[in-house]
Structures are given as structure tokens and as C-alpha cells.
């Protein structure tokens, strides 16, 4: 039972350039969430989705992008990154009905870092 | 918007116990205890639910008052594995999204 899984865990993107995190889960969660940690500071929620085919943005979803075609997956596409994106990305889920509610369980994190 | 923890940080020694704080400025449905070690990801603690079910974590406990819209998490006899940044996160309904707030650094030394 892997829980949460993000890949990378590392990357270096160069200004300008594109990229996709990868989140895949296998708890069956219909909640899935993308937060952004600058250091120092708290999670940013960047976008969410409470099931297949559904997303939302949070609180900074500017450059970012995502797309939730199954239950397990909800990658997050950077489009021409910037500086400002270099943080640590963490994925979360939570289930739904009688697991409503428990807490989040998040993935290890992708330190991503924008030159 | 954000809810507001306090205090930012909090150095205890071994045994010694801790209050941290979080307030909302709007009505809440849950509170949500997180607790993040440096490199790692955050670990869900404990929720604590309006209407008062509370769920706790070893010898970490907490409370929600309503009224006020602020939780309080307890470390009581702290241990060095309390060591670690403390998040709450508060949600305005049931399957509604977490707001974080900025986290309460705390160091237990021995």
C-alpha cells in the first residue's frame, strides 16, 4: 500500500520551460489537493479536485495547471516556469463519505527549483 | 483567509508543556492538527469537529471553541519527538478545502 506517490522528488527547471509533477494515489480518495510550501512558511492551497473529471483553483493558481482524468492521479503542469515557482509541491488526498472526516495524507514532496 | 497562529515559535526543554494557538475570522466547521519535521511532509495529528468530537494523538491533545473560532493544542510532558513545525488547518464545511495557517516552530531540548 504505497499511499501517496509524487515524482520527482527533485528538479531543476530552467525559466521558461515546462513541466508536469505527478501525483498517484491508491487509497481511493476522491479528494485530491496540489499545496505549494515556500520555506519558512505555511501551505498555499494551489488548485484541488473532489473527484474525477472535477477540479478547482485555490488560493494561487496562476501558471499552474491541472487535469484529473482518473480516481488515482492528479498531475500539476507548470507552464513557463518563473522564479517565484521554486518551492516544495505536495499532493494530499482525503476520502469521502464515512472517512469525511479525517485528515489529509499527503505524498513526500517535489522540491522544485526555478534558474 | 489565513487563521492566525501563535506564538510563531516555542523552545521547551524536556517534560515541560506548550499551548499553540489558532483563530479564524470566520465560522468554522473543522480544525485540522498537522505536524511537519524539517525535509518531510506534514502528518495529520488530530480533527476536532464543530458540535466538540475530538480525536487525540498521544499525549497531544486539543480543543475547539466555537464561540471564539480558536483551537489550542496541547503538548503536555513534551518529548523530543515533539520537535517540528505545527500547522492548523481550518475548513468552513464538511468536503471543503484546508487553509493553513503560517505554522508554530517548536524545538524540544533535552
Known amino acids: 500500500n504505497a499511499g501517496v506517490t509524487q515524482t520527482p522528488k527533485f528538479h531543476i527547471l530552467k525559466i521558461g520551460q515546462s513541466m508536469t509533477l505527478q501525483c498517484t494515489q491508491d487509497?481511493?480518495?476522491?479528494?485530491m489537493y496540489w499545496y505549494r510550501q515556500d520555506p519558512g512558511m505555511g501551505l498555499k492551497l494551489i488548485y484541488y479536485s473532489v473527484g474525477a473529471g472535477i477540479t478547482d483553483k485555490g488560493e494561487v493558481p496562476n501558471g499552474y495547471n491541472v487535469s484529473r482524468s482518473t480516481t488515482e492521479d492528479f498531475p500539476l503542469r507548470l507552464e513557463l516556469a518563473a522564479p517565484s515557482q521554486t518551492s516544495v509541491y505536495f499532493c494530499?488526498?482525503?476520502?469521502?463519505?464515512?472517512?469525511?472526516?479525517?485528515?489529509?495524507?499527503f505524498g513526500s514532496g517535489t522540491r522544485l527549483t526555478v534558474v | 483567509q489565513q487563521p492566525v497562529q501563535s506564538p510563531q515559535a516555542v523552545i521547551l526543554r524536556e517534560g515541560e508543556d506548550a499551548v499553540i494557538n489558532c483563530s479564524s475570522s470566520k465560522a468554522l466547521y473543522s480544525v485540522h492538527w498537522y505536524r511537519q519535521k524539517h525535509g518531510e511532509a506534514p502528518v495529520f495529528l488530530m480533527i476536532?469537529?464543530?458540535?466538540?468530537e475530538q480525536k487525540g494523538h498521544e499525549k497531544i491533545s486539543a480543543s475547539f471553541n466555537e464561540k471564539k473560532q480558536q483551537s489550542s493544542l496541547y503538548l503536555t510532558a513534551s518529548q523530543l519527538s515533539y520537535s517540528g513545525t505545527y500547522f492548523c488547518g481550518t475548513e468552513k464545511a464538511a468536503g471543503n478545502k484546508l487553509t493553513f495557517g503560517g505554522g508554530t516552530r517548536v524545538l524540544v531540548k533535552p
Open positions: 494530499a488526498t482525503k476520502g469521502s463519505g464515512q472517512y469525511l472526516n479525517y485528515g489529509y495524507t
Open positions: 487509497m481511493n480518495h476522491n479528494y
Open positions: 476536532l469537529l464543530k458540535g466538540g
